[in-house]
């Protein structure tokens, strides 16, 4: 079992910035990846970037690329999305998820969820 906490959402103006963290606890060991996901209201879970556990590999969904940035501080079991120059569009329960196997491409190779974080941006 993994335990996943996220942190760090709140409401920001259109252009500032917000850093996630996602604690992981449990099995940290057989993780493969970990992920970053949001969902808004009425629309399906999409991916956002994720990030593999051992080499530090990165993907970043075309929306996020050059304004989000995936990290991981593997000595504290914690991945961190830095969100800058937010725009609206941005606003959704962001939540991370944690891979054992796969490619880590799908929502369906995370086997472990945090509860998420709400991110809003104010136009």
């Known amino acids: 079992q993994v335990q996943l906490v996220e942190s760090g959402g709140g409401t920001v103006e259109t252009g500032g910035s917000l850093r996630l963290s996602c604690v992981a606890s449990?099995?940290?060991?057989?993780?493969?990846?970990m992920g970053w996901f949001r969902q808004a209201p009425g629309k399906e879970r999409e991916t956002v970037a994720y990030i593999w556990i051992r080499g530090g590999s990165t993907y970043y969904d075309d929306r996020a690329k050059g304004r989000f940035t995936v990290s991981q501080n593997n000595a504290k079991n914690t991945t961190f999305l830095q969100l800058n120059s937010l725009k609206p569009e941005d606003t959704a329960m962001y939540y991370c998820?944690?891979?054992?196997?796969?490619?880590?491409?799908?929502?369906?190779?995370?086997?472990?969820w945090g509860q998420g974080t709400q991110v809003t941006v104010s136009s």
């Open positions: 449990g099995k940290t060991a057989d993780m493969r990846c």
């Open positions: 998820a944690a891979a054992l196997s796969g490619l880590c491409v799908s929502t369906r190779d995370y086997t472990y």
